[in-house]
């Protein structure tokens, strides 16, 4: 069932039914700004443009380029200089939420936490004395 909503952008009342985050007028004007994305790219001599780049030219929002290419729109393959930044640190990443770098970390410091975690585990077993006791009847 759809509840209504705020456009964020115009401010207006829209049905939001999970799809859009938009209204439909603001959706409408985001895809006539993709397809001006989209031309700009096919061209050969800007398929290596950078964001700032393709804001410069187009017009286009920074935070929509970033959306386009984490729903996929927008290729990386096809347009290497294209990314999103990382949750992280910022740096343009093309997969996931976090760069190489920050998941390198992550996974550095997990691993840093199981082995401490380990070790206090061992130590605390080995510090368990059990006492047996013998009842004679």
């Not at 859009?20 to 050969?44: G, P, T």
């Not at 187009?58 to 930044?85: C, D, I, S």
Request: hydrophobic share 30%; with cysteine.
């Amino acid at each position: 069932m759809a509840e209504v909503r705020n456009c964020p952008k115009c401010n207006e009342f829209f049905n939001y039914t999970g799809v859009r985050e938009v209204c439909h007028k603001c959706a409408q004007s985001e895809e006539d700004l993709y397809q001006i994305v989209y031309r700009f790219l096919r061209k050969r001599e800007n398929r290596a443009a950078t964001v700032e780049r393709i804001v410069e030219a187009t017009g286009a929002e920074e935070e929509l380029l970033y959306k386009w290419v984490r729903k996929g729109r927008l290729q990386t393959a096809m347009f290497p200089n294209l990314g999103y930044p990382c949750d992280n640190c910022g740096h343009l990443t093309t997969t996931g939420k976090l760069c190489t770098k920050c998941q390198n970390e992550l996974k550095a410091e997990l691993r840093t936490f199981e082995a401490a975690k380990e070790f206090r585990e061992s130590v605390v077993e080995r510090d368990r004395v059990t006492y047996h006791s013998e009842r004679k009847r």
